[in-house]
């Protein structure tokens, strides 16, 4: 198949000259010259035909955003876990760096042993410390329902501080309603 099948052009004494001419396209992108042989007029007919299936290939998204299946983590978990894996990156690295270090029989392997061990224990951390920062967070958040959660609790004393407010509220404005009267100060 070539170009001016792919375009649409008939070439068998057709006059119309159909397909996806895009407004950016250069003269040689058209089918060799017959374009041009054409007119004014033919490039109208072709730029009105093929408006509609330029426009639908021109404004189709690069990508489709689909919902997210999970929630994003809370942000204090996030930045333990990208400090986790910044960690683990890093201990990998020195294993590697151990283990070839010591193939070559290079003096640096035994240094780079013991910073091994030493960012092990470092990642190590770094992973119970998202893990621990993720339960901190459900506790306080309300996430886990369980009957010791401190976060049950922050939420009860919340309510009842805005309806402690709501009704001082409600009692200012009885006294504003009635043009001041109940006053006993005039603060």
Same mark, same amino acid.
């Given at each position: 198949?070539?170009t001016?099948? *792919?375009?649409g052009?008939?070439?068998a004494g057709?006059?119309?000259?159909?397909?996806h001419?895009y407004?950016?396209a250069?003269?040689?992108?058209?089918?060799?010259?017959?374009?041009e042989?054409?007119?004014?007029?033919? /490039?109208v007919l072709t730029r009105?035909?093929? @408006?509609?299936?330029?426009?639908r290939?021109?404004?189709?998204?690069l990508w489709?955003e689909?919902?997210?299946? &999970?929630?994003?983590?809370?942000?204090?978990? @996030?930045t333990?876990?990208?400090r986790?894996?910044?960690?683990?990156?890093?201990?990998?690295? =020195?294993?590697?760096?151990?283990?070839?270090c010591?193939?070559?029989?290079?003096?640096?392997?035994?240094p780079?042993?013991i910073?091994?061990v030493?960012?092990t224990?470092?990642?190590?951390?770094?992973?119970?410390?998202?893990?621990?920062?993720?339960?901190v967070?459900?506790?306080r958040?309300?996430?886990?329902?369980v009957p010791s959660?401190t976060a049950?609790?922050?939420?009860?004393? @919340?309510?009842?501080?805005?309806?402690q407010?709501?009704a001082?509220?409600r009692? =200012?404005e /009885?006294i *504003? /309603? &009635?043009?001041?009267?109940?006053?006993l100060?005039?603060?």
């Amino acid at each position: 198949m070539g170009t001016a099948e *792919r375009r649409g052009a008939s070439r068998a004494g057709g006059a119309r000259l159909t397909g996806h001419q895009y407004a950016d396209a250069t003269d040689r992108d058209s089918s060799e010259g017959v374009a041009e042989s054409r007119g004014q007029g033919a /490039r109208v007919l072709t730029r009105e035909a093929g @408006r509609s299936a330029r426009e639908r290939q021109r404004y189709r998204p690069l990508w489709v955003e689909e919902p997210a299946r &999970r929630r994003r983590l809370p942000d204090p978990v @996030r930045t333990a876990a990208v400090r986790a894996v910044l960690l683990i990156a890093v201990t990998l690295l =020195q294993a590697m760096v151990a283990f070839l270090c010591t193939l070559a029989g290079s003096w640096l392997a035994f240094p780079m042993v013991i910073s091994s061990v030493v960012s092990t224990i470092a990642a190590t951390w770094g992973v119970l410390d998202v893990w621990v920062t993720r339960q901190v967070w459900n506790q306080r958040n309300g996430v886990v329902s369980v009957p010791s959660s401190t976060a049950r609790v922050l939420r009860r004393e @919340r309510r009842r501080t805005r309806r402690q407010e709501r009704a001082a509220e409600r009692a =200012q404005e /009885r006294i *504003r /309603r &009635r043009g001041g009267a109940g006053q006993l100060s005039h603060s």
